[in-house]
């Protein structure tokens, strides 16, 4: 099998361990899917899962925020810690008012910040109130 024949789904293990879902799931599947916050509101998509290449862990969820179309839109490295699985919905939480969100630190699709940067990392975790062993 490789990735042209494979089974996008989700890809299940014997037990689930911690958690709504299943304890192992494609990340395709989760790409595009949606963020919202414990209102109700809707704070964008998944546009990429970034891997901490160090560990093998995912470290931050891409996040899409605002603009239309794909233009004006802002991008926020969320820390994967940061966010749990709705099963029910099919969707990410991320308990964050949306005004606080459109006030974290973000990027442009153009502009992409160095995530290996210590001191970037430190402040993207402390907005987050998560921790690099959080994940």
Known sequence: MNYETADTGIMQTAEIVQGPGPAFMSAS???GDGVYNLQDEDLGDVKEIM?????????YAVLSF????????KLFAVPWAALKLDTENQRFTLN???????NAPGFDK????????????????SYYG???SAY
């Not at 964050?96 to 459109?102: C, F, G, H, P, Q």
């Open 96 to 102: 964050i008012d949306k005004e606080r969100l459109e």
């Open 29 to 31: 599947t989760l790409i």
């Open 66 to 73: 605002g603009g239309f179309l794909g233009m004006g839109e």
């Open 110 to 125: 153009d502009s992409w910040p160095d995530m290996a940067d210590p001191v970037w990392e430190n402040g993207i975790l």
């Open 51 to 59: 891997l901490d290449m160090r560990t093998g862990k995912v470290a």
């Open 130 to 132: 998560t921790t690099p």
